[in-house]
């Protein structure tokens, strides 16, 4: 089956400037995650989708990140406008009811860089 | 707020050696996973464990979960090179939430 997709692989941007960045999941998953990963440290989690509905986004920094999964599919995530400590690797990972069972799949994620 | 520790955070050891990992966490959890990341890499998932006792194993490593300690560890039985990376915990918080630890950066040495 095919993988977790995510684009773009990387990204620079100025401080204050905007991003967006893409991820399409396994085909039937429907829960869908995406984690912020600083050189160095653990993933930490920003968002969970189930289906289309959060399921919990309680880290997710609300005055300049946002996400969405319109129609429970792909999903994006959009940073307005970046700071500094905003640069790290953004991974999606995406899990089916059954996939709890045997973790959950990450894509490659986007390497974000903020100067 | 549920907290992960590993210990250690690096691991420098030689080929041919055994050695033990360890991930605490704070609050109740019955279901712990570990993953592995290579340098500039995505993560794979090793092991789950789904109960208190559970064991699991491949190849040179195995992982188990004592959830009444709140503890996993990962073996490594006799280290290879090719088993240098950085390995996650993370343990379900509830509502299929994972919280990851810090990581275990290992590097095995000739």
């Known amino acids: 089956e095919a993988g977790v997709a995510q684009s773009p692989r990387y990204k620079i941007i100025e401080k204050r400037q905007s991003v967006a960045f893409w991820c399409n999941p396994i085909?039937?998953?429907?829960?869908l995650y995406w984690y912020q990963q600083i050189l160095g440290q653990g993933p930490k989690l920003l968002i969970q989708?189930?289906?289309?509905?959060?399921?919990?986004d309680s880290q997710l920094p609300k005055d300049r990140f946002s996400a969405e999964r319109l129609k429970g599919v792909d999903s994006t995530l959009k940073i307005q406008p970046a700071k500094l400590e905003d640069s790290a690797v953004y991974l999606c990972?995406?899990?089916?009811?059954?996939?709890?069972?045997?973790?959950?799949?990450f894509g490659s994620g986007t390497r974000l860089t903020v100067v | 707020e549920l907290k992960v520790e590993q210990n250690p955070l690096f691991l420098s050891m030689q080929e041919g050696k055994n050695y033990t990992i360890y991930c605490n966490y704070s609050?109740?959890?019955?279901?712990l996973y570990w993953y592995r990341q290579d340098p500039g890499k995505s993560l794979e998932s090793l092991f789950v464990?789904?109960?208190?006792?559970a064991v699991k194993q491949e190849g040179r490593l195995m992982a188990s979960l004592d959830t009444k300690a709140r503890l996993s560890t990962l073996h490594i039985t006799a280290a290879v090179h090719d088993l240098s990376a950085t390995y996650f915990c993370?343990?379900?918080?509830?509502?299929?939430?994972?919280?990851f630890g810090a990581g275990t950066r290992l590097t095995v040495k000739p």
């Open positions: 085909s039937g998953h429907a829960t």
């Open positions: 989708f189930q289906n289309n509905g959060v399921v919990d």
């Open positions: 990972a995406s899990s089916s009811r059954q996939g709890y069972n045997y973790g959950y799949t």
């Open positions: 609050t109740t959890s019955d279901r």
């Open positions: 464990l789904l109960s208190n006792g």
């Open positions: 993370a343990v379900d918080k509830g509502n299929n939430d994972m919280r």
